[in-house]
């Protein structure tokens, strides 16, 4: 399944949509309208194909289960991995795409796998999808054209990312199914195949929604720095060996250490490229960043 | 082929301290130094030539040429999270890719690289051709040192794959024209001014490089409707443009050798111009 048969939405009117949703007024008619159609369903598919036609003949296949909405928010371990079995053959030219990953969850609602108001849902235990459409179309006065503009970047954001407000990690990391899809890539891709350092590297990646973004600024927007993926593995193994031999009780589960000792690592690749060094000499180095981090930060404090 | 010239001279806004010196854009270390890169772009679009030539850079040649330095590309693109570093032991190599791992054209980093710890160097103005401030100095290069580092390239997409963009210092500010090379393969022979030049050899994503690119590849669909409408005698095209022919025909785009081709026409819908969005021209 490579890059130029796969179906996916016409990326320039895609953004297009996209960016009139979020760049017109703040809870203007637009706006209104849009989630107005994102509760029933099937306006908002009529209106997102109306306006965005599809490319490419190859139809990737769906999620075989239907999901439920706590489900798709926040898929469990094994529904990640079952995804990702689904669609390990997708290469990362096309998951690098909102607009393959768009279409992709306007066919899992237009098949019934999932429900349009899925995508209103906020992260955590709040309230559903259809819950928060209704309240932000309800509420009056000065919340009001901040509770629909909210709600819409967050459908925007689900549906297959928004890279407008969120940069070039949001396809990584907003989207339920292409998150799914990087983190057991990445998971993949550190354990070279060993299923006791897949286990330990998924713990790692699940900490929690803040850890992950740590994580995929690693790999994205830092990627000249430290993105190379020799240094990018061996880092993320160093990690996952330090939440081993210190039982998870290490400072480096919080997200902000995580930040810390990922713009060490930056500072050392400033002066060098440690892409060259060998597996070992990388792991000695890295380790020693981690170690350091370790000893250094205070357990104390949470990502909040 | 592109030459990219990259001179401790050169003016740069990322200027840093490094512990060792370092031939880089806007860094004296080495007063003399010129890191010239030469791409010569394959056919097939996955993979280029890569040339390196050290200048006025004793220290780095030495290291070079005793095994103690290598060539080096990264190939990126940050978007799919790909990262893949080339070494070689020779100033001429090849750099290729799959375009299933890139999200985007690749970036590359050309630079030479230190592969082993050399933990206490002592360095010479006149034999190393470092500035004076290094002179009598011993420094520790670690391995794995970025010992000369050149700009970062973009080939921005397929025909530009098919573009050599040249310097013509003959020209006036801004301005540029194109000829076809047809000697080894195809390719448009993009001269521009100097400024215009350097310009488009650094990748940004602003609007004013994206109009640049539309003009000048307005400018070689132009060429082509005007010297290549009739197939040549002999029945072929160079390979690299017949290729361009068929990725216009996947895309549903008429080829120059149709009456219906304009060339503004398949410009703009390869490269549209963006226009500022109602808030961009709200808040301007």
């Known amino acids: ?118 995508l209103a849902g906020s992260g955590g235990v709040s309230a559903s999808g259809a819950e928060r459409i209704d309240r932000a179309l309800k509420a009056t006065g000065d919340r009001a054209a901040k509770a629909v503009d909210g709600c819409v970047r967050t459908v925007l954001r689900r549906l297959g990312g928004l890279p407008e407000a969120r940069g070039n990690r949001s396809v990584y990391v ?36 803040a850890y992950w973004e740590e994580l995929v600024v690693l790999v994205v927007s830092r990627n000249s720095i430290l993105g190379s993926s020799e240094v990018r593995n061996q880092f993320i193994l160093c990690v996952a060996n330090l939440f081993e031999e210190t039982n998870n009780e290490t400072p480096l589960r919080i997200a902000k250490n995580l930040r810390a000792a990922c713009r060490t690592v930056g500072v050392i690749q400033a002066s060098r490229e440690l892409s060259v060094l060998s597996a070992d000499e990388l792991h000695d180095i890295l380790y020693e960043v981690v170690r350091y981090h370790h000893d250094l930060r205070s357990t104390r404090g949470s990502d909040g | 082929m592109n030459v990219i010239v990259t001179s401790a001279r050169s003016t740069s806004n990322a200027v840093r301290s490094h512990p060792f010196p370092v031939l880089e854009a806007g860094n004296i270390s080495f007063p003399k130094g010129r890191y010239t890169l030469e791409f010569i772009l394959n056919q097939d679009r996955t993979s280029f030539k890569l040339r390196h030539r050290i200048a006025g850079a004793n220290l780095i040649s030495r290291l070079l040429s005793t095994g103690k330095a290598r060539y080096v590309c990264t190939v990126s693109s940050p978007i799919s999270s790909y990262r893949r570093t080339h070494v070689s032991s020779e100033a001429l190599h090849t750099i290729d890719w799959d375009l299933d791992d890139l999200g985007e054209p690749p970036l590359f980093t050309p630079m030479i690289v230190g592969i082993e710890d050399l933990p206490d160097c002592l360095l010479s103005a006149r034999e190393d051709g470092v500035h004076e401030i290094w002179d009598m100095t011993r420094v520790s290069i670690p391995k794995g040192s970025r010992l000369a580092l050149g700009q970062v390239i973009q080939f921005q997409s397929s025909i530009l794959h098919l573009m050599s963009l040249q310097v013509d210092e003959g020209l006036s500010a801004g301005q540029f024209y194109v000829d076809a090379e047809t000697e080894h393969g195809f390719q448009f022979r993009v001269s521009l001014h100097p400024e215009l030049h350097q310009f488009l050899q650094i990748p940004r994503n602003d609007g004013i490089r994206r109009h640049i690119m539309t003009h000048i590849v307005t400018a070689c669909l132009a060429l082509l409707q005007r010297e290549f409408q009739q197939d040549p005698e002999n029945g072929s095209l160079p390979r690299n443009l017949d290729s361009f022919r068929d990725f216009l025909k996947n895309d549903g785009l008429p080829d120059w050798s149709e009456s219906r081709f304009r060339p503004e026409e398949v410009a703009t819908k390869l490269y549209p111009h963006v226009l500022p969005t109602e808030w961009e021209r709200a808040g301007s």
């Open chain 1, 1 to 118: 399944m490579t890059g130029e048969g796969v179906q996916q939405f016409d990326d320039a009117a895609l953004g297009q949509l996209r960016r009139e949703l979020i760049k017109g007024k703040r809870g203007g008619e637009r706006q209104r309208t849009f989630l107005k159609a994102v509760r029933n369903g099937e306006d908002f598919l009529h209106k997102i194909r109306a306006r965005v036609s599809v490319q490419g003949a190859i139809e990737p296949p769906l999620c075989p289960e239907r999901l439920t909405e706590a489900e798709f928010k926040q898929p469990p371990k094994s529904t990640e991995e079952a995804m990702y079995g689904v669609w390990s053959h997708l290469t990362p030219r096309t998951a690098c795409r909102t607009a393959f990953w768009t279409n992709l969850t306007c066919r899992h609602i237009e098949n019934g796998r999932i429900e349009a108001s899925f």
């Open chain 1, 174 to 209: 907003d989207c339920p199914l292409s998150r799914a899809w990087w983190r057991e890539r990445l998971v993949d891709e550190v354990s070279k195949g060993d299923e006791e350092v897949a286990g330990r590297v998924r713990e790692v990646s699940r900490i929690n929604q």
